[in-house]
């Protein structure tokens, strides 16, 4: 049978439920949220005269949800319009409506007997064929099914999200001894494909995999951190990004989940180990504490952390009174911050001879057997352990990668010294010699099976650029960026650049690309693997320019990123721009001039030019401007001046987009870019798209004039600038650039309706960006964002 996902339901409308939904609105599918009846009526809906019968009393618990998803930070929702592809109903009218869904997700409380109630409901309207999942955290999916019709049995299964469902990557699979085979790969493929997520495949044990390693190494650090002395903030500042975890280290990250949730999590490994195992699972005397005191965490804004007049303070767990964070400072920690690569840093840290290395290994050493121990029985092998940990709590390395960062034969020499067990899975490993449970072989990646090494499972859209350029090499690098050949007859040019800001080196490396496809290529792809795609120009270099008052050479530097840009538009083989994350200022320029730009769900594109006291320099006006132009239907009349009136809006406040979807709402992208909601087939989507635009016969856009709104577009666009200025929302300088950017955008002093050439628009952009270059006001706003990270408002 060939499965389609067109229109789904969720069943449970809270914090997870309504989260699934809102990634499901946010790649177009149609969604039917349902919840329970209320059994009472509140003191309001009693005097406007409801009752319980009234549908708007009635559908209300997920309506309520609905409005929460728009004010949720961070937003579940990728534009606030896909709310409209949520329907809110009611478990008890509105189940008939599951005939008409291709997937019914379960997401409601954990508790088999009401799951299953509701199954036998469920069992009862849907149509054969439709596949049934529940998310739950832990509960037995093969208990779950239990009496249910074969038709229902054969298509149901346990399909795990994280939350937010919108940005954590991973959902764990987990089938029944019943689900069929085809249904398991159809999910697997849906999810990765169209979810855009990391799919594992997890056996049906308590927790699963993430939370069942993840509960475990969190609840060893709490006895550690006990047992040692250490205090919370001393901990935290340990396991966070020092070691490749998440920022939220251990006690932030637990304020975030909840203790209360934590403590479900927990209890259900609890209920169903034994022994030494069953021990680690019972949370400590002054959690249990914490949570009957009602001290949950983020929720309750108190938990491990509180915030008292501005100061982040610490839970003494003795005490239970809060003061000042503290954290550990030790020789291992300087040592480690000179490291190069989180695996020799990782390797300092836990081998340290001081208080550092005392907890990290004690943490570490436990949670690494753990995760062997439980090899076959929670996944069938240690690349759904290590994916799981990665994409589900955001871990740089699971643990098979942790080992071998710090050496597998050296860590379980130390264990059996500590008089610890090295689990049998590590021993096969060391009895054949082997070094590590990975190795690289001609660029491709091979895993320990316990017997020997596996390659690596890959999906073909899934492109590693560090594997590929050492199997395949480069066409041609500088210190900015490389040419790579990605085959097919599409190059790709990737930026590697300090946080990928472009300066002249990666200008040069544009240029030669693009000539070098025009002469042996099909296409170009422009894009990386880098934390963020580019968070704009060399602001460094044009500060030290400026400061130097060397305004040739920048007039210099900008024309040859104005040129490069113009290069990129007028190249006669396409080119696709494939951002991602940070996609700001120069990074926007970028994009902007690309025949097609290939983003994913999570591109934040914006001209935040004027947070550094400037106007975009390398088009991006133009840029914008023309890409509202192009982007109108045929046959529109064209109000130049509401359009001129949106691109001042969008540059002078310098708005960045939260999402691919709001960037397309910000006419950075229009209809016909694309949006890659896997952001791992992201460069294969861009690769297949520059092939297809070749393929029908691509032709480089003329050069046209452009028509601009003149001097008196250049008034319209002041007004509200100075009304804001006089109202005291805008400084003297924020003023100064808002009359710059009104001028460039405008057209300079021309009568409306004027067509003037892009060079002429470039040069009066250039113009305007070397003189406040010049100011001492801007060049003090460039110093704020270098040093402190954020503009400055002067």
Same mark, same amino acid.
């Given at each position: 049978?060939?499965?389609?996902?067109?229109?789904?339901?969720?069943?449970?409308?809270?914090?997870?439920?309504? #989260?699934?939904?809102?990634?499901?609105?946010?790649?177009?599918?149609?969604?039917?949220?349902?919840?329970?009846?209320?059994?009472?009526?509140?003191?309001?809906?009693?005097?406007?005269?409801?009752?319980?019968?009234?549908?708007?009393?009635?559908?209300?618990?997920?309506?309520? +949800?609905?409005?929460?998803?728009?004010?949720?930070?961070?937003? =579940?929702?990728?534009?606030?319009?896909?709310?409209?592809?949520?329907?809110? $109903?009611?478990?008890?009218?509105?189940?008939?409506?599951?005939?008409?869904?291709?997937?019914?997700?379960?997401?409601?409380?954990?508790?088999?007997?009401?799951?299953?109630?509701?199954?036998?409901?469920?069992?009862?309207?849907?149509?054969? #064929?439709?596949?049934?999942?529940?998310?739950?955290?832990?509960?037995?999916?093969?208990?779950?099914?239990?009496?249910?019709?074969?038709?229902?049995?054969?298509?149901?299964?346990?399909?795990?999200?994280?939350?937010?469902?919108?940005?954590?990557?991973?959902?764990?699979?987990?089938?029944?001894?019943?689900?069929?085979?085809?249904?398991?790969?159809?999910?697997?493929?849906?999810?990765?494909?169209?979810?855009?997520?990391?799919?594992?495949?997890?056996?049906?044990?308590?927790?699963?995999?993430?939370?069942?390693?993840?509960?475990?190494?969190?609840?060893?650090?709490?006895?550690?951190?006990?047992?040692?002395?250490?205090?919370? #903030?001393?901990?935290?500042?340990?396991?966070?990004?020092?070691? $490749?975890?998440?920022?939220?280290?251990?006690?932030?990250?637990?304020?975030?989940?909840?203790?209360?949730?934590?403590?479900?999590?927990? !209890?259900?490994? /609890?209920?169903?180990?034994?022994?030494?195992?069953?021990?680690?699972?019972?949370?400590?005397?002054?959690?249990?504490?914490?949570?009957?005191? #009602?001290?949950?965490?983020?929720?309750?804004?108190?938990?491990?952390?509180?915030?008292?007049?501005?100061?982040?303070?610490?839970?003494?767990?003795?005490?239970?009174?809060?003061?000042?964070?503290?954290?550990?400072?030790?020789?291992?920690?300087?040592?480690?911050?000179?490291?190069?690569?989180?695996?020799?840093?990782?390797?300092?840290?836990?081998?340290?001879?001081?208080?550092?290395?005392?907890?990290?290994?004690?943490?570490?050493?436990?949670?690494?057997?753990?995760?062997?121990?439980?090899?076959?029985?929670?996944?069938?092998?240690?690349?759904?352990?290590?994916?799981?940990?990665?994409?589900?709590?955001?871990?740089?390395?699971?643990?098979?990668?942790?080992?071998?960062?710090?050496?597998?034969? !050296?860590?379980?020499?130390?264990?059996?010294?500590?008089?610890?067990?090295?689990?049998?899975?590590?021993?096969?490993?060391?009895?054949?010699?082997?070094?590590?449970?990975?190795?690289?072989?001609?660029?491709?990646?091979?895993?320990?099976?316990?017997?020997?090494?596996?390659?690596?499972?890959?999906?073909?859209?899934?492109?590693?650029?560090?594997?590929?350029?050492?199997?395949?090499?480069?066409?041609?690098?500088?210190? %900015?960026?490389?040419?790579?050949?990605?085959?097919?007859?599409?190059?790709?040019?990737?930026?590697?650049?300090?946080?990928?800001?472009?300066?002249?080196?990666?200008?040069?490396?544009?240029?030669?690309?693009?000539?070098?496809?025009?002469?042996? /290529?099909?296409?170009?792809?422009?894009?990386?693997?880098?934390?963020?795609?580019?968070?704009?120009?060399?602001?460094?270099?044009?500060?030290?320019?400026?400061?130097?008052?060397?305004?040739?050479?920048?007039?210099?530097?900008?024309?040859?990123?104005?040129?490069?840009?113009?290069?990129?538009? /007028?190249?006669?083989?396409?080119?696709?721009?494939? =951002?991602?994350?940070?996609?700001?200022?120069?990074?926007?320029?970028?994009?902007?001039?690309?025949?097609?730009?290939?983003?994913?769900?999570?591109?934040?594109?914006?001209?935040?030019?004027?947070?550094?006291?400037?106007? =975009?320099?390398?088009?991006?006006?133009?840029?914008?401007?023309?890409?509202?132009?192009?982007?109108?239907?045929?046959?529109?009349?064209?109000?130049?001046?509401?359009?001129?009136?949106?691109?001042?809006?969008?540059?002078?406040?310098?708005?960045?987009?939260?999402?691919?979807?709001?960037?397309?709402?910000?006419?950075?992208?229009?209809?016909?870019?694309?949006?890659?909601?896997?952001?791992?087939?992201?460069?294969?989507?861009?690769?297949?798209?520059?092939?297809?635009?070749?393929?029908? %016969?691509?032709? +480089?856009?003329?050069?046209?004039?452009?028509?601009?709104?003149?001097?008196?577009?250049? +008034?319209?666009?002041?007004?509200?600038?100075?009304?804001?200025?006089?109202?005291?929302?805008?400084?003297?300088?924020?003023?100064?650039?808002?009359?710059?950017?009104?001028?460039?955008?405008?057209?300079?002093?021309?009568?409306? $309706?004027?067509?003037?050439?892009?060079?002429?628009?470039?040069?009066?952009?250039?113009?305007?960006?070397?003189?406040?270059?010049?100011?001492?006001?801007?060049?003090?706003?460039?110093?704020?964002?270098?040093?402190?990270?954020? =503009?400055?408002?002067?």
């Amino acid at each position: 049978m060939a499965y389609q996902i067109k229109k789904a339901a969720v069943l449970g409308s809270g914090v997870m439920g309504s #989260g699934i939904a809102a990634h499901l609105a946010n790649i177009g599918i149609p969604v039917l949220l349902l919840d329970i009846v209320p059994k009472e009526l509140t003191d309001e809906e009693t005097a406007k005269g409801l009752t319980l019968e009234d549908s708007q009393v009635r559908n209300k618990v997920a309506k309520s +949800a609905l409005q929460k998803l728009l004010k949720q930070k961070p937003a =579940p929702l990728t534009t606030k319009n896909n709310l409209s592809l949520i329907k809110a $109903g009611n478990l008890e009218d509105d189940l008939d409506q599951l005939k008409d869904v291709d997937w019914i997700v379960e997401v409601i409380v954990e508790n088999l007997e009401i799951k299953k109630e509701l199954y036998e409901k469920v069992d009862a309207v849907r149509k054969p #064929g439709t596949i049934i999942s529940s998310n739950t955290s832990g509960i037995s999916i093969e208990a779950m099914k239990d009496g249910r019709s074969e038709d229902f049995q054969k298509h149901f299964l346990g399909t795990h999200f994280f939350n937010p469902p919108r940005y954590l990557k991973l959902l764990e699979v987990i089938p029944a001894s019943s689900t069929a085979p085809e249904v398991v790969d159809f999910m697997v493929q849906f999810g990765e494909n169209t979810l855009g997520k990391g799919v594992v495949i997890a056996k049906d044990t308590p927790n699963f995999i993430a939370n069942r390693i993840g509960t475990y190494g969190l609840l060893v650090t709490l006895r550690e951190m006990e047992e040692r002395g250490f205090s919370i #903030g001393e901990v935290d500042s340990v396991t966070g990004t020092l070691i $490749g975890r998440p920022k939220s280290a251990t006690f932030r990250t637990l304020d975030v989940v909840g203790l209360d949730t934590f403590m479900h999590v927990a !209890k259900n490994v /609890y209920d169903q180990t034994e022994g030494e195992e069953q021990k680690v699972f019972e949370l400590p005397a002054f959690m249990k504490k914490m949570i009957e005191n #009602g001290w949950l965490g983020a929720k309750t804004k108190q938990g491990f952390y509180v915030k008292k007049d501005r100061e982040i303070q610490e839970l003494d767990p003795e005490t239970f009174e809060y003061s000042k964070a503290k954290k550990l400072k030790t020789p291992s920690i300087e040592m480690a911050k000179q490291q190069k690569g989180l695996a020799n840093r990782v390797k300092t840290l836990v081998y340290a001879k001081d208080r550092t290395g005392e907890i990290l290994w004690n943490i570490m050493a436990p949670t690494l057997r753990y995760s062997a121990e439980l090899h076959g029985e929670i996944a069938d092998d240690i690349v759904a352990i290590d994916n799981a940990m990665k994409w589900g709590f955001g871990w740089q390395q699971g643990p098979f990668e942790i080992w071998d960062a710090i050496g597998v034969s !050296k860590s379980a020499q130390k264990m059996k010294e500590d008089g610890a067990e090295v689990p049998a899975f590590v021993q096969r490993l060391l009895d054949q010699n082997y070094e590590s449970f990975y190795k690289e072989e001609d660029g491709e990646l091979y895993f320990f099976d316990g017997e020997g090494y596996k390659p690596v499972p890959v999906n073909e859209k899934v492109i590693d650029l560090k594997r590929y350029k050492k199997k395949h090499g480069v066409i041609k690098k500088n210190t %900015g960026a490389s040419l790579i050949d990605l085959g097919d007859g599409i190059a790709l040019l990737e930026f590697h650049s300090q946080s990928n800001a472009i300066g002249l080196d990666i200008m040069q490396m544009i240029n030669f690309a693009v000539d070098e496809v025009e002469k042996n /290529y099909k296409g170009l792809v422009i894009g990386n693997q880098g934390r963020n795609f580019c968070v704009g120009a060399n602001l460094g270099l044009i500060l030290m320019e400026a400061q130097d008052d060397n305004i040739f050479e920048l007039d210099f530097v900008v024309r040859t990123f104005q040129n490069a840009m113009m290069k990129i538009k /007028y190249s006669t083989k396409p080119v696709v721009a494939a =951002p991602f994350g940070m996609t700001l200022g120069g990074g926007a320029e970028v994009c902007l001039p690309a025949a097609h730009i290939q983003a994913t769900t999570e591109t934040y594109m914006g001209l935040v030019e004027p947070g550094v006291g400037l106007i =975009p320099g390398g088009g991006g006006n133009v840029g914008l401007y023309s890409k509202h132009l192009k982007g109108l239907p045929n046959g529109v009349e064209v109000d130049y001046q509401n359009i001129a009136n949106k691109v001042f809006e969008t540059i002078a406040m310098a708005k960045v987009s939260t999402s691919a979807d709001e960037a397309r709402d910000n006419n950075f992208l229009n209809f016909a870019d694309g949006i890659s909601v896997n952001a791992d087939h992201q460069l294969h989507d861009a690769k297949q798209v520059a092939l297809s635009l070749f393929e029908n %016969g691509y032709k +480089a856009p003329k050069r046209e004039k452009i028509p601009v709104t003149g001097e008196s577009g250049y +008034a319209t666009l002041l007004l509200g600038a100075e009304a804001m200025f006089l109202s005291g929302y805008i400084s003297e300088h924020d003023l100064k650039i808002a009359k710059k950017l009104a001028f460039v955008l405008a057209g300079g002093k021309v009568p409306f $309706g004027t067509l003037v050439d892009e060079q002429y628009l470039l040069d009066l952009e250039r113009e305007a960006f070397l003189s406040l270059v010049a100011e001492p006001k801007s060049q003090q706003r460039m110093q704020h964002m270098l040093i402190k990270g954020k =503009p400055l408002r002067n």
